[in-house]
């Protein structure tokens, strides 16, 4: 990194510290401010002639950015052009996230990088993060050390193979990473500095990408069994020695390979995957909020999945943690569970169960005096119909799963149902909320994984709450970074969806929403790391001293995208080598990495 953050001594004021001067500063995203150098700046770091002369305002360069955004015709072009501004300059890219975090959001994130991972080699523009190859399975720890900093804070990693609902999209599925850790930075104030992405490029198995001539990815078939274990657990080893502080989090694995590598490596490093326990605690928190709209307890609610991927284990997993915690045994708790998949109701009697769907299958004998057509496939709406659920959870990715008999049904059995169609990106989902809410009569308390616009029905409007995880994971790991936790916990997830939960105001409640205005974002991740540091403490994987003051520790710990003032300071190699070993002693890298943070 060519630049250190340093607080004046004089007058307590932070700075950028540079040992380069001219075009250079220009070509790093994280010292670039454009037309933002003021005439100082500009003096002393030779940048006239480089610029127009007009020293611009960062509120002058929003509004020429935002000009820009507007003009361009397509979702995915809007994409293109604020990855273009991120590579240029990071502050610039993240104020006017922030500014206008609803309309930005789904266009950085979720639904248009489902577009953007598909379309990936063709609008590849510049290199971000570390893409690890199998042919490089050797040498990965050298891979590591070309990254641009000694000691990220957070690592999100993915293999490619399911990309939201969109399946394999290879080295495409680098986006994933990259908006994930856009979120972590512009909705908890992680440093941009110190976040990693990876992706692990183990071939793909998709005919489309592999017959593509532009394609970025390895051109081989997906490396499996043994030989991609033996892969991941060298990548793994490698981190630990190379990044041995950073916080790993895996992202959009297939459902096996996400259950399997988050049991195997949870308990030897801070680790998580958002798919299966940050899907899960922002579900728990909609479910926490929609019970202060019907006025019921938690153990009297039962749950019925449509879809039985990785994040139905986690929903599921912590849906039963908060049923014990109010009041049920274990076993009462599974009991309220109900899962169907592309086969219908799992059951029992069904040969080769996987782990998690075993612990949820019911009993042939419980599911022989229902009324349905087939009981060998008993269908969605047959499962509503004889279950009698308050709650229904979508994470099938396939589109119509909510039919209008399956919606009417639970209205008939509710006087104020929970439908959850939270496939992403929006032409995965279940149903659409004006459908739910149509086909409901106004009644349901309806939650989506994507963003949909309010609706209006009967005179009164909805306003949809959205079950984004970026409510959940940022402040789980902000709070990890914070505290330094060695160890990521289910109850961690649990006390963040109460957090979360208890950010929804009176007024969210009155716009039938379960889930607080993403304009508040910053103050919920705060909340939710918070309670994770607490969490830490109590559970001992983390030191109390973490928690004197510590509302502002967190606050202070949140980056904030403006401009410092930048300095030119010359750094012989001698100093160079004296700062590096400075940074790596644990009291001068804890103040370095608050620094960046702020």
């Known amino acids: 990194m060519s630049f250190s953050i340093k607080v004046d001594p004089s007058t307590w004021q932070r700075y950028i510290s540079t040992p380069v001067k001219g075009k250079a500063l220009l070509l790093d995203p994280f010292t670039n401010k454009g037309s933002a150098f003021t005439t100082r700046e500009r003096d002393e770091l030779d940048l006239h002639g480089l610029l127009p002369p007009a020293v611009c305002t960062i509120e002058q360069q929003l509004e020429r950015v935002y000009e820009n955004f507007v003009a361009k015709p397509t979702p995915l072009e809007k994409f293109v052009y604020m990855t273009s501004l991120q590579d240029r300059n990071e502050t610039l890219f993240y104020r006017i996230c922030l500014e206008r975090i609803d309309e930005m959001m789904p266009v950085v994130y979720t639904p248009v990088v489902g577009e ?8 590849y523009r510049r290199g971000r993060g570390l893409y690890v190859g199998y042919d490089q399975r050797n040498d990965i720890e050298r891979v590591l050390r070309n990254y641009h900093t000694t000691d990220p804070s957070v690592m999100v990693v993915t293999d490619g193979e399911r990309i939201l609902g969109l399946g394999d999209q290879g080295a495409g599925g680098m986006g994933i990473p990259i908006g994930k850790l856009c979120l972590y930075t512009l909705c908890a104030g992680i440093s941009p500095y110190s976040t990693l992405p990876v992706t692990l490029d183990v071939g793909t198995d998709n005919e489309e990408r592999l017959k593509d001539p532009l394609y970025l990815g390895l051109r081989h078939e997906r490396i499996r069994g043994q030989e991609y274990q033996d892969f991941i657990d060298r990548f793994v080893s ?7 502080n950073v916080l790993f989090q895996w992202e959009d694995f297939l ?5 399997k590598q988050l049991d195997r490596f949870r308990h030897t490093l801070p680790t998580f995957n958002d798919d299966i326990q940050g899907t899960a605690a922002v579900v728990l928190a909609g479910i926490y909020g929609a019970m202060r709209m019907t006025g019921h ?3 009297d609610q039962r749950l019925v999945f449509a879809g039985a991927g990785a994040s139905t284990h986690g929903i599921a997993a912590l849906f039963v943690s908060a049923l014990v915690e109010d009041g049920l045994t274990p076993e009462e708790a599974r ?5 169907v998949d592309t086969k219908g109701l799992v059951t029992r009697d069904r040969p080769a169960l996987e782990d998690f769907k075993a612990l949820y299958a019911r009993d042939p004998e419980e599911v022989a005096g ?12 047959e499962t509503v119909a004889n279950a009698r659920p308050t709650i229904l959870v979508g994470v099938s990715a396939a589109p119509g799963t909510f039919s209008e008999a399956v919606v009417r049904l639970m209205a008939k059995l509710n006087e104020r149902p929970l439908i959850f169609p939270l496939s992403n990106p929006t032409s995965k989902t279940e149903c659409t909320a004006a459908d739910a809410l149509a086909w409901s009569d106004g009644r349901a308390i309806v939650a989506t994984g994507s963003p949909f616009a309010p609706v209006t029905l009967g005179g009164t409007t909805y306003r949809i709450g959205q079950c984004n995880n970026s409510f ?4 789980v790991g902000l709070g990890a970074c914070v505290s330094r936790a060695r160890h990521v916990s289910d109850g961690m997830f649990l006390d963040a969806a109460k957090a979360l939960a208890a950010c929804v105001t009176p007024d969210d409640l009155a716009e039938h929403a379960v889930y607080p205005q993403l304009s508040r974002i910053r103050d919920c991740s705060h909340a939710v790391a918070c309670a994770v540091v607490r969490r830490a403490v109590a559970e001992g994987h983390a030191d109390a001293g973490v928690l004197a003051n510590l509302e502002e520790t967190v606050r202070r710990s949140m980056w904030f995208p403006e401009y410092l003032p930048i300095r030119y300071e010359p750094r012989g190699e001698a100093e160079v080598r004296r700062q590096q070993r400075a940074i790596d002693g ?5 103040e370095e990495e608050v620094l960046l943070r702020r």
């Open 472 to 475: 959940i994971f940022p402040g």
């Open 586 to 590: 644990v009291g001068a890298r804890l």
């Open 297 to 299: 307890a938690m153990r």
């Open 335 to 339: 009991r309220r569970v109900y899962t």
């Open 238 to 244: 490698a981190v630990r020695r190379v990044y041995p």
């Open 116 to 123: 953007a991972c598909q379309k990936f080699s063709h609008i």
């Open 255 to 259: 459902k096996g390979n996400a259950i």
């Open 370 to 381: 229902w009324t349905c057509r087939d009981g060998s496939r008993i269908s969605l709406e």
